[in-house]
């Protein structure tokens, strides 16, 4: 069964370093979504992609976050400076477009960032 | 805006009975889809159950139903014969009708199953 990838899977970094994670979603899925999930609470989303075009990223922290989605496929989300408050689950989702409706969601394992 | 709520943090069920996990919501929207799903301890979250809001009778998958009350916003998670891999933390969710693909989740409750 095919799945989102998700790498790498912990990652432990300084305050004030840069940080990347890298997704691959499902094979022919043309949407692509960042989440981050702070422990016990639920995933709020960060950017979303149709292709490789951002249709949302209201909720990015646009001074140090950055997304892209070069030739529409895989995706890398970077953050610079990395802060404490960054430590969090990082997930990433994909989905069918299906006559311009979004089909389920499918998630990743994940990226636990530690920031210390 | 909306807003997903999941009044408890932590649930308990014995194995074999049945458990309802609680959901509130709130949207102006009449178009709209909602949604659970489930997060293992260290493993990747799945979708439990899916409810179109034009759709009045409730969904279910095998031991999975959900009460969907849409006047009263509340779309409960009734898991029946639970088992002990039912343990986890589940989410409800609520997606727009407008097609963002946008997920609005809930802050979760932790479902423990005792043998």
């Known amino acids: 069964e095919a799945e989102v990838a998700q790498s790498p899977r912990y990652k432990i970094t300084e305050k004030s370093q840069a940080v990347a994670f890298w997704c691959d979603p499902i094979?022919?899925?043309?949407?692509l979504y960042w989440y981050r999930q702070i422990l016990g609470q639920g995933p709020e989303l960060l950017v979303q992609?149709?292709?490789?075009?951002?249709?949302?990223d209201s909720q990015l922290p646009k001074d140090r976050f950055s997304a892209e989605r070069l030739k529409g496929v895989d995706s890398t989300l970077k953050i610079q400076p990395a802060e404490l408050g960054d430590s969090a689950m990082y997930l990433c989702?994909?989905?069918?477009?299906?006559?311009?409706?979004?089909?389920?969601?499918?998630f990743g394992p994940g990226t636990r960032l530690l920031v210390l | 805006a909306q807003t997903v709520t999941q009044s408890q943090p932590e649930m308990s069920v014995q194995e074999a009975e049945t458990v309802t996990l609680s959901c509130t919501y709130d949207?102006?929207?009449?178009?709209?889809?909602l949604f659970w799903y489930k997060q293992p301890p260290s493993r990747q979250m799945i979708l439990v159950i899916r409810?179109?809001?034009?759709?009045?009778q409730n969904a279910t998958e095998n031991r999975f139903s959900v009460n969907f009350q849409k006047a009263a916003k509340s779309f409960s998670l009734k898991i029946s014969d639970s088992q002990l891999g039912d343990a986890a933390m589940y989410f409800c969710?609520?997606?727009?009708?407008?097609?963002?693909?946008?997920?609005?989740f809930g802050q979760g409750t932790t479902l423990q199953v005792k043998p």
């Open positions: 989702a994909s989905s069918l477009r299906v006559r311009h409706v979004q089909e389920t969601q499918y």
């Open positions: 094979s022919g899925h043309a949407t």
């Open positions: 992609f149709q292709d490789e075009s951002v249709v949302d």
């Open positions: 949207t102006s929207e009449s178009d709209y889809y």
């Open positions: 409810q179109e809001a034009y759709k009045q």
């Open positions: 969710a609520y997606r727009s009708g407008s097609n963002t693909g946008k997920l609005i």
